[in-house]
Nanobody, 124 residues
Framework: QVQLVESGGGLVQTGASLRLSCTAS????????MGWFRQAPGKEREFVAT????????YSADSVKGRFAISRDNAKNAVYLQMNSLKPEDTAVYYC?????????????????WGQGTQVTVSS
């Protein structure tokens, strides 16, 4: 079991940056692949980025590629999402998720553990 808590969201202007953090409690954080997902008002939750348990493999959605970067620090039981050049369409609740094993995934159905989410609002 792992419990996840996100932080770092807020209200920013277009073009600004934010760094989201997700802190995990429980055992064996380093044995979990991690993902970030987001849900905008009135839309389905969608994949943002994922990272393997070692951090050696990661990928992100086309919509954020080149602007967002996922990273992790297993010594701190944390995963991060650095978001640059934010746009109004990035406005959403951002969720951190964990799945056992080494493989990354963009499929939210493969993540049994979720945080409560953190709101990101980008004004134009």
């Amino acid at each position: 079991q792992v419990q996840l808590v996100e932080s770092g969201g807020g209200l920013v202007q277009t073009g600004a940056s934010l760094r989201l953090s997700c802190t995990a409690s429980g055992r064996s954080f380093s044995s979990y692949a991690m993902g970030w997902f987001r849900q905008a008002p009135g839309k389905e939750r969608e994949f943002v980025a994922t990272i393997s348990w070692t951090g050696g493999f990661r990928y992100s959605a086309d919509s954020v590629k080149g602007r967002f970067a996922i990273s992790r620090d297993n010594a701190k039981n944390a995963v991060y999402l650095q978001m640059n050049s934010l746009k109004p369409e990035d406005t959403a609740v951002y969720y951190c998720a964990a799945r056992s094993g080494t493989s990354t995934s963009s499929n939210q159905q493969q993540y049994p553990y979720w945080g409560q989410g953190t709101q990101v609002t980008v004004s134009s």
